[in-house]
Nanobody
């Protein structure tokens, strides 16, 4: 079992920054992936960024250069630094965990999910 708890969402104006975090705990396989996904009303849940157990990171094209995923191993916290936010980034952001994930942005590859944190960007 893996537990994930997000926090740090909020409301900002376009161009602003936020840094949601995800506290994680529990047993993970040797090869695992921690990811950030988002879901806007009426839209599919989509992958945003992923952090592999080997330290490599992946980003969706829509956020490259603006978002940075990082992990604090001492505190077991996953972060998503979001800069230059746009109104289209408005969504509920979820962190997720999966083992032996091949397709980093396929939500079906992840077994555990947090409850989500709301991010709202106004124009």
């Amino acid at each position: 079992q893996v537990q994930l708890v997000e926090s740090g969402g909020g409301s900002v104006q376009a161009g602003g920054s936020l840094r949601p975090s995800c506290a994680f705990s529990g047993q993970m396989d040797r090869v695992y992936c921690l990811g950030w996904f988002r879901q806007a009303p009426g839209k599919e849940r989509e992958g945003v960024a992923a952090f592999d157990s080997d330290g490599s990171t992946s980003y969706a094209d829509s956020v490259k250069g603006r978002f940075t995923i990082s992990k604090d191993n001492d505190k077991n916290i996953l972060y998503l630094q979001m800069n230059a936010l746009k109104p289209e980034d408005t969504a509920t952001y979820y962190c997720a965990q999966g083992n032996w994930v091949a397709a980093k942005f396929d939500k079906h590859e992840y077994n555990y999910w947090g409850q989500g944190t709301q991010v709202t960007v106004s124009s």
